[in-house]
């Protein structure tokens, strides 16, 4: 049955906590907010009650039963039935998250975490040679020189071609800096 369509109901609860919760508008735990919500939106057609517990009331005896034998149970009794687009969407929320705590935890790529500490998939495509530059890679004078063992120095003169010498100094650039 659909929330909506609910005319009236009564819970009856023995946590008292919960219920505390529910009237604090204050709270901000992400279970009380949608339960609130749907108690608000239906305006009047939900009653709470509080008993207390383990005082003889078989409804609230039998669902302490339940409780206590679903805490042993290896599974659980209930079926989730996922559509693939939700799938997809739970697995790329998953994968930008496992990403970024590699990034942030990584020894690898400090130089572009400068630049982005944020991990996003419209930087995984782009300019080929702004790559290279954000990266120091490519035909940067301090990179050939790691790799190939050839000269550091920029085509201007200055002793070290790096990523910050040409944003920041070479002459060469300042055309596209001004």
């Known amino acids: ?12 609860t023995d946590s008292r906590s919960v219920l505390q919760a529910l009237d604090n508008i ?3 735990d ?3 907010i949608p339960f609130r919500n749907s108690i608000n939106r239906l305006d009047g057609k939900i009653h709470l009650h509080w008993i207390k517990a383990h005082a003889g009331f078989a409804g609230n005896e039998r669902a302490d039963v339940l409780a206590k034998s679903a805490i042993n149970k290896p599974s659980i009794d209930i079926q989730v039935n996922f559509t693939p687009t939700i799938v997809k969407r739970l697995l790329h929320k998953h994968t930008m998250a496992e990403w970024q ?7 690898e790529g400090r130089e572009v975490f400068e630049l982005y500490k944020e991990v996003k998939e419209n930087r995984i495509q782009g300019d080929f040679f702004l790559n290279q530059l954000i990266t120091g890679h490519g035909t940067i004078g301090t990179h050939q020189a790691r790799i190939f063992n050839k000269s550091p120095s920029c085509q201007c003169g200055h002793p070290t071609e790096d990523r910050k010498h040409i944003i920041y100094q070479c002459p060469q650039w300042n055309n596209i800096r001004s």
């Open 26 to 28: 204050n709270n901000i």
């Open 1 to 12: 049955m659909a929330i909506n369509q609910i005319k009236e109901a009564h819970i009856i």
């Open 101 to 107: 705590t590699r990034w942030l935890q990584s020894i």
């Open 30 to 32: 992400p279970l009380i």
